[in-house]
């Protein structure tokens, strides 16, 4: 008998996991739940997936970049508003930094450390990574935010409600609350640009083409042909953010 | 079954049932096409008007102008990096004023000495003590033929 009541506790045991298990794998492939699984929707094969390479080794600072973006964008020109700037970083004999931004740099850059001191200096360019896995993204409380099925991050200026959420997500700094409309702003990528078959603004007036932009999947395009090339690096890799913004010699300095 | 659910359960599928009307009419059409966004609110930001024209544009005109840039180290230069945006001149000539740069300035943004600029990249020069004599540089350079001095 003894043997009889174990043989059946096991069979139920067996019935009762398996019935769990098929929950388990029935519920985590409905659609609804797919958002816990993937922090974005993943790439759709079918449409472009745009990624953005910066040559800093080609980088002068102009700041005709910054200047192109606000003027494409409508972007308030007080010297707080970027959706693309130019930080000039500078790493001293003492070895401390320094980084410069005067007005994004649109009125150029002048080198305030005295030649003698200097150890490294050079530009780095700054704009929204369009990141994979993008942290504000995830948490706009109202689905103000997303990222298109070409990768671009953009905003719903319609459906934003203004809570300053994402620009507190966003590591790089690439947000800020426009004051005239008082939703969040960030870089499209000039979306409205590369629907129309033109090159955003921005890579528009680079005069030294250290700005490149192209489709990640396609196997032999400029994107992969400058990601073989170069020792690319994206800003902060340990945050896991999937940064689609690379950067040909990166310093480790920079943040 | 309990009395209490008798009376309950009505105001409870009212409930849902305003609850569902509500949402149908609150969630706007495009709502959830592609995810939790509204898909129209691309094609809202795709129809924003361009104010960069690009280099074609120009040189359907310009053609002069283009044959000199072709000729020289500022070939790789769109017109409008130094005219900026061109779409109000491109709709009409009279009222849509491209910048004629060419101060010290204006050609330092680029050209000016800085450590952080690669001389293989750019040649810089110190805009200050350079020919003091003349106010700027398009008195000398021509910037769409830059090596063709004009004296």
């Keep these: 008998m003894g043997t009889e009541r174990i043989t059946a506790s096991r069979r139920n045991f067996l019935k009762r996991s398996a019935v769990l298990a098929g929950t388990l794998v029935a519920t985590s492939a409905a659609k609804p739940l797919t958002g816990m699984l993937f922090a974005a929707n993943e790439p759709d094969k079918s449409k472009p997936w745009y990624g953005i390479g910066i040559d800093i080794e080609k980088c002068i600072g102009c700041g005709n970049c910054a200047k192109a973006c606000k003027a494409e964008n409508n972007v308030p020109k007080e010297p707080f508003y970027f959706r693309s700037w130019v930080e000039q970083y500078t790493i001293k004999n003492d070895g401390t930094l320094k980084v410069e931004s005067p007005n994004g740099g649109i009125d150029g850059q002048k080198q305030t450390v005295p030649e003698e001191e200097i150890f490294k200096t050079f530009f780095v360019p700054k704009m929204c990574n369009h990141c994979e896995k993008s942290p504000c993204v995830q948490v706009c409380p109202v689905g103000a935010t997303y990222e298109s099925p070409e990768g671009i991050v953009l905003v719903d200026k319609e459906y934003c409600i203004g809570c300053r959420y994402c620009i507190q997500a966003c590591p790089y700094g690439c947000r800020f609350l426009n004051p005239v409309t008082n939703t969040a702003d960030k870089c499209t990528l000039c979306y409205h640009r590369i629907k129309k078959g033109l090159k955003p603004a921005c890579f528009e007036v680079c005069p030294t083409g250290a700005r490149i932009y192209g489709d990640l999947h396609e196997k032999d395009g400029i994107m992969h042909k400058f990601l073989k090339q170069h020792n690319c690096h994206v800003l902060k890799p340990n945050l896991n953010t999937g940064s689609k913004l690379f950067y040909n010699g990166l310093s480790a300095e920079v943040r | ?151």
């Design chain 2, 1 to 151: 079954m309990p009395p209490q659910l008798k009376t309950l359960l009505p105001l409870f599928f009212l409930l849902i049932c305003i609850f569902l009307i509500a949402r149908y009419f609150l969630i706007p059409e495009s709502f959830g096409k592609y995810g939790h966004y509204r898909a129209n609110s691309m094609d809202e930001i795709a129809a924003l008007p361009t104010h960069y024209v690009g280099k074609e544009a120009c040189t359907d005109c310009h053609d002069e102008e283009a044959a000199k840039l072709a000729s020289d180290l500022h070939t790789g230069l769109t017109c409008e990096v130094c005219h900026g945006p061109g779409s109000l001149h491109v709709d009409d000539q009279e009222k849509g004023i491209l910048l004629k740069p060419g101060s010290r300035e204006s050609c330092g943004t680029c050209h000016s000495l800085n450590p952080a600029r690669r001389t293989e990249v750019i040649n810089q020069i110190d805009i200050k003590s350079h020919h003091p004599e003349r106010e700027n540089c398009i008195d000398c350079h021509n910037p769409h033929a830059v090596w063709e001095l004009k004296e």
